[in-house]
């Protein structure tokens, strides 16, 4: 009976245990986005959310119809950021939806000041894969930067690669067409970035390593000094001109 009794207070205090570690674990994460508020967003370089960006049907969504008639004049940035808070070693999870021939990207380690994400902040790529070289002349800006077959869109920029730095694994990618709903993980530590598409891991690579420098120095990011050079930052989602759809935000300390 007292062997009962101690086998009953061991399972009692393991599952205690297990629980503990669940509700521990789901409260390390951060919600940047519930669908409710914009909270904690606003413009890059600006005081509040730029024309466009709405909530519709608990969804954050821009779109260009969104833009009201008094805001045809705006001359901000309609890049935006989650300023509550800057971030260093993360794991971010999202879940995004762009149009036939969309682009967008997430951007982290933002710095404000400068002209816009790209200057200094490193990108996870959003694209339309399969449309967006038919939809948009890429030719004069793919052959400015070196790219082979100019006229189609480069490895290093299609969805879940590090723009301009590390392919995403074309093998392991599983991605929605354009008008479907995709997921998107990044990790971030100094010893490793880990890009997620869908679930499935698609790249990995070490920051400020010597391949990265290498791949940083190679002419992409000439005339953008401060690429890449900041450990801290805000997470900031790209207008890239197209309809955009985003939910389910949320960060995770690392």
Known sequence: MKKLVLIFIAVLFFYSCENKATKSSESEWITL????????????????????WK??????????????????DYKGNRDIIYADEEFD??????????????N????????????????????????????????????EY???????????LNPLQQTAADYAMHIA????????????WNSSKIVFTEKQVEHWLNNIKVLSFV???????????????DNFPDYGKYKTGYIGLQDHGSNLWFRNIKIKKL
Request: glycine share 10%.
């Open 89 to 102: 070693n993360f794991e971010l999870y999202l879940e995004w939806k762009i149009p036939e021939g969309g």
């Open 207 to 221: 920051p400020w390593s010597k391949e990265w420098y290498d791949k940083r120095n190679s002419g992409k990011w």
């Open 104 to 139: 967008s990207g997430i951007y982290y380690h933002i710095k404000e000041g400068y002209g816009g994400f790209a200057d200094m902040a490193p990108e996870y790529q959003l694209i339309d894969d399969e449309n967006y070289a038919n939809l948009h002349d890429l030719l």
């Open 169 to 180: 694994n074309p093998k392991m990618k599983n991605l929605n067409p354009a008008g479907q």
């Open 142 to 152: 793919n052959t400015s930067v070196g790219f082979d077959n100019p006229a189609d």
């Open 55 to 72: 909530i519709v049907d608990s969804v954050l969504t821009f779109n260009t119809k969104q833009i009201l008639e008094q805001d045809y």
């Open 33 to 52: 986005f519930d669908g409710t508020s914009t909270k904690g967003w606003r413009a890059y370089n600006g005081a509040e959310m730029p024309p466009g």
